[in-house]
């Protein structure tokens, strides 16, 4: 624990002007971002009596280890600032909202040629329409099957898509009329649009001129005794009016806006969202966050803004957004908020009438949703707690192992080795700091030797990122291209599905500000663009140790990693392992396992860490054993990309008849030239040819004449010369 009077600046080197602040750990890892109209005023208030703090506050305050400051121009400026820092850090100890779920949206994707209708989740991508969020995707599929006999938009997969215009019939929907079938020309693209256009357009809430104008087409038809077609309109019109029935009106003047509401107590606070648009409740969601200090009703509603718009624009952000408490100060807010909008938006407390009423009933649904996260989450903190005191307490630890790493090894009979590494932080899944290994120092399989290679590689990259950024104990720093900065080691970032798509594959980029404190007089853009880094530009991937390290396995496993670890000189990292067949603990030195009751929260933990880095392993070696099963002749012609060799197979129609052909003709390919087409042929000419694809099925042997075909791809049931997977078995 930390005395914060031990970095506290002194009050002539905190700037009284505008700006964002970062708290840093003894690791340099940034554990909380603030920002502040006065820097010196506002950061005064961390360095008085730890006892007149906020309880979270005051763990923060001893946690961290210095305190950073960066000036800007406006208060407008830091609000960016801190938005951007927060995503890019993730500091532990901010307010984050923690949303349970992933909320489904209908989307139609008006940036492809014939517009889709679809349930989407996640990020939002640019030219697509979104509409909700919706509580239920089964909500979304209600809805849309009732509207699709009046616009009848294109559903289906783009690979159903393209099999029905292949085959010039279209699916089940195109023949009970829910579709308009463009996938077989029953509608030309301009028509199909202008549909998904009015589908849009009735879902944003402009309901009563389409369905007037339906009204008047029944009519017509009616009077023109087209009685069939009356009927189908006036069924229509009963299809739009049950689907506007599923979103009651709510506000009158078709009014777009979005209502927050929040309750709290000490130490938690939940917020509620409903999204009004023409009138109606489009969507709702909720969130819950951890009070970190003594915040205000206002700022917990910055916070939820920051979240709701930091990354939307246009239309995306209403036109009004009614609030429970208004920040202060509310004009930076507004500010930021007519900036993503493009336009003005009204930020204001409703006082009176339907949209104060309207606000009632989402307070009411906040203060249900923190009673029930309170009911469910107690429970929870409660065990994880003492399933880490467990583990302290039967390891011997001096605290308990806020951060644990595990490790497994795993192979298929001695081929494809390689390694994971998990991490989970206060008993949670720390995702985006997983590692995958390649193992590199031998071959064959020793699952000893091969863990005894990973700790070490590992932990050589903490020395040498603490070496490099001058953390050692006697002060001395190093210069930016000392100690060891290459990103080998064969460390490669997670990427394979474990980590949240568009996540990045390591920890958050360190800033370059001085430790200590001091001003840095840079603008949001600057500061984003070129501080958030190390000093050669990459994120900083093994700079943070763990208190605990968990190995896959029993007394050799846990000896080779406790050897790796005195060999680097490394004695305040504990080590134990896990084996599967009594799921006993094992410690280093000694001879019998410790034997936690099956009941044991902390077991379960170590059980649940240990599956996590078992899974991981597995899905990285069956990646690499299907990519080296895919591997062709081509990709052993250095320089030769994906694109390039499609390019070369499209052309030719096989590896076989690429590899008779001449250099020249090789140059007929667009983007070869004669070097790589003279390449090319050398390596083919080199290559040994693969043994005949055989189909199982039928004893078939597929000829490589085939177009498309390629001599050892993946792509037929068995090729070969490749081992019988069914005979190996994976660890």
Avoid at 164 to 173: E, H
Avoid at 522 to 539: F, Y
Avoid at 664 to 681: N, S
């Amino acid at each position: 624990m930390a005395d914060p009077s031990s970095y506290r600046p002194r009050p002539g080197e905190i700037p009284d002007s505008p700006g964002v602040y970062r708290f840093r750990d003894e690791h340099r890892r940034v554990i909380y971002v603030g920002k502040a109209k006065s820097l010196r005023q506002r950061l005064a208030n961390y360095f008085q009596d730890l006892a007149g703090l906020h309880p979270r506050t005051r763990s923060m305050v001893t946690t961290a280890a210095s305190v950073e400051w960066t000036v800007v121009s406006t208060e407008v400026e830091a609000l960016q600032l801190e938005y951007s820092w927060i995503k890019e850090y993730d500091p532990r100890f901010n307010v984050k909202y923690r949303d349970d779920k992933s909320y489904p949206y209908l989307a139609v994707t008006m940036n492809e040629e014939f517009p889709r209708v679809q349930v989407m989740r996640g990020h939002k991508k640019k030219g697509v329409r979104y509409f909700g969020p919706y509580a239920h995707a089964w909500a979304i599929r209600d809805t849309v099957d009732l509207l699709l006999r009046v616009f009848p938009v294109r559903t289906c997969s783009a690979g159903v898509f393209k099999n029905a215009a292949r085959t010039g019939r279209p699916c089940l929907l195109g023949y009970i009329g829910k579709c308009s079938a463009p996938c077989v020309g029953r509608i030309s693209p301009e028509d199909h649009r202008e549909l998904a256009e009015e589908f849009s357009d009735f879902m944003a809430g402009r309901t009563g001129t389409y369905l007037r104008r339906l009204e008047k087409r029944m009519t017509q038809a009616a009077e023109e005794m087209e009685y069939e077609r009356a009927a189908r309109l006036r069924d229509d019109i009963g299809a739009l009016k049950k689907a506007m029935e599923k979103s009651a009106v709510v506000l009158a003047d078709a009014t777009d806006a979005d209502l927050i509401a929040v309750a709290e107590d000490e130490l938690e606070a939940a917020v509620q969202i409903f999204h009004v648009r023409g009138g109606r409740v489009r969507g709702q969601r909720g969130w819950v966050t951890d009070k970190v200090e003594e915040v205000t009703t206002g700022a917990l509603v910055e916070h939820a803004l920051q979240q709701l718009y930091g990354e939307e624009s246009g239309d995306a952000v209403p036109r009004e957004v009614l609030v429970p408490a208004l920040p202060e100060p509310v004009e930076p807010v507004q500010e930021w908020l007519a900036g993503r909008r493009g336009a003005n938006v009204s930020l204001r407390v409703p006082q009176r009438g339907d949209k104060k009423a309207l606000m009632e009933t989402v307070q009411r649904n906040a203060q249900q949703s923190l009673a029930l996260h309170k009911t469910k989450r107690a429970s929870d903190l409660t065990t994880r707690s003492r399933a880490l005191e467990e583990i302290a307490e039967a390891l011997d630890l001096d605290s308990a192992p806020l951060r644990i790493e595990c490790y497994d090894i795993s192979h298929l009979q001695g081929d494809d080795v390689v390694a994971s590494m998990v991490v989970f932080e206060d008993g949670l899944q720390r995702k985006s700091e997983y590692r995958r290994f390649q193992i590199k120092g031998f071959a064959g399989q020793d699952d000893v030797r091969s863990m005894h290679e990973v700790i070490s590689r590992r932990f050589r990259r903490y020395l040498a990122e603490k070496e490099r950024t001058g953390e050692w104990a006697d002060g001395e720093e190093t210069s930016a291209d000392g100690g060891t900065t290459r990103t080998g080691d064969g460390a490669v970032p997670a990427g394979d599905g474990s980590v949240p798509a568009g996540g990045v594959a390591g920890p958050a980029g360190e800033g370059a500000a001085p430790a200590g404190g001091g001003t840095v007089p840079l603008t949001a853009t600057e500061v984003i663009d070129g501080a958030l880094k190390d000093e050669d530009g990459r994120p900083r991937k093994f700079a943070y140790p763990p208190q605990l390290v968990v190995v896959d396995g029993g007394q050799p496993q846990v000896a080779a990693a406790r050897r790796a670890l005195d060999e680097l000189g490394i004695d305040d990292i504990a080590v134990c392992g896990l084996a599967k067949r009594l799921e006993e603990v094992w410690v280093p030195g000694e001879d019998d396992p410790v034997v936690l009751p099956r009941t044991s929260e902390g077991l379960y933990l170590l059980q649940r860490v240990r599956d996590e880095a078992h899974r991981f392993a597995i899905t990285y070696q069956r990646t690499k054993r299907a990519k080296r099963f895919r591997a062709g002749p081509l990709d052993d012609v250095p320089g030769l990309g994906d694109t390039r060799k499609q390019a070369l197979i499209k052309h030719f129609g096989s590896v076989k008849r690429l590899r008779s052909a001449t250099i020249e003709q090789i140059q007929e390919v667009p983007g070869i030239g004669r070097k790589t087409a003279e390449t090319i042929a050398a390596a083919l000419a080199g290559a040994v040819p693969a043994g005949p694809a055989v189909n199982t099925a039928t004893g078939e042997i597929i000829e490589d004449e085939e177009p498309g075909t390629t001599a050892g791809s993946a792509g037929e049931p068995v090729t070969a010369g490749l081992p019988d997977e069914r005979r190996g078995q994976e660890t």
